[in-house]
Nanobody, 115 residues
Framework: QVQLVESGGGLVQPGGSLRLSCAAS????????MGWYRQAPGKQRELVAT???????NYADSVKGRFTISKDDAKNTVSLQMNSLKPQDTAIYYC?????????WGQGTQVTVSS
């Protein structure tokens, strides 16, 4: 089990940037996966970007080239730098961590892209 706490959401204009951070309650080096999902109103939760245990990163096609995931093993944090934001990026963003078959979620942080 791992507790996850997100921060950094908010309101931003189209074309702007935001940085989300997620703090984990334990060492993240040994996690099987860690990253970000999002859920827009009326839609299913979807992957945004994740680190896998083999150090691969996965990005949704819709965010490639605009979003960058990074992690700091010493601080047990994972971050998501979001640039060139679009209104369709509006969603609740959830931090995610997998330990074996157990899925852990943060409470979510709202990101709204609007003029």
């Amino acid at each position: 089990q791992v507790q996850l706490v997100e921060s950094g959401g908010g309101l931003v204009q189209p074309g702007g940037s935001l940085r989300l951070s997620c703090a984990a309650s334990r060492n993240i080096f040994s996690l099987d996966a860690m990253g970000w999902y999002r859920q827009a109103p009326g839609k299913q939760r979807e992957l945004v970007a994740t680190y896998e245990s083999d150090r691969r990163t996965n990005y949704a096609d819709s965010v490639k080239g605009r979003f960058t995931i990074s992690k700091d093993d010493a601080k047990n944090t994972v971050s998501l730098q979001m640039n060139s934001l679009k209104p369709q990026d509006t969603a609740i963003y959830y931090c995610y961590a997998r330990v074996a078959t157990r899925h852990n979620w943060g409470q979510g942080t709202q990101v709204t892209v609007s003029s």
